[in-house]
């Protein structure tokens, strides 16, 4: 997927901006008729309205049972990723789009200006100062359930950045707190911002609605003030491994929700 220019400065210069945010998002969150659901897999300014597809990444469904597998159905279109996975088992499923790996990011101010490098690998120009080099690393996820709710699919999967739910996913209310946890590699993220955006099609908006942060031990709760489906997401950037091609990764962490009113 190539992001704009513009976009790319946001994403460096302004770290709670939208940018191209990745969603993963069901046609339902309790099927009550049927148990094929259909997800869409994309990246996005305005939500769900999908713009590029989220592509070259290993999706995976942890059943009601806790064991993990690959969706049954998988297309990849220009503007998003179609997924189709049959319920057969009454409980909670997690669906993941998996990490995906992006492009390297070296941004720079030059004159007082703003730039993107073209080509990471480049030295930059005399005078430049470097603002930020990273890769980025993204992932979605989203929780359906079909009959009663299971919890087995909510435990931490301790790989990267994370929101452990210490609430159940499809039994939010409005005016209720969803409790969570921020986590990265299992390990609380002390002071964590998590933006929350209210979905709503071709209007959806592009500023949060809500952000949050988390506490000393990575504790934090959302609470809708309306009913309607959420984007919780947060972004944190650290020290990349050794051989990666830039010295640190931004992680980027989507979750899609809904709030019963």
Known sequence: MKIPIKALLCLAFSPAALGH???????????INGDVITLDAAFAEHFFVPEAAFDNSEFAVTHPDGTVHAPQTRETLKTRVVLEHQLREDGTYRFSTGR????VFKLYTLDGQRHA??????ALPPGAELQAFFQSVTMAETYVSKGAPS???L?????????EL????????????????????????VGQKVDVFLASGLHGATEPVQTLTSS???????????GGIYLLQMRHRAPAPAGSPAPQYSHTYTLVLEAIE
């Open 155 to 163: 435990a931490p999967r301790k790989d990267g950045v994370e929101l």
């Open 21 to 31: 945010t990745p969603y993963l998002a069901p046609n339902t969150f309790e099927p």
């Open 216 to 226: 000393a031990t990575g504790e934090l709760a959302f609470t809708p003030e309306h």
């Open 100 to 103: 995906r790996k992006g492009r």
């Open 151 to 153: 919890e087995a699919p």
């Open 166 to 189: 210490r609430g159940h996913p499809n039994g939010v209310f409005a005016g209720e707190a969803l409790p969570m946890r921020a986590l990265f590699y299992g390990e609380p993220l």
């Open 117 to 122: 490098a073209e080509d990471p690998s480049a």
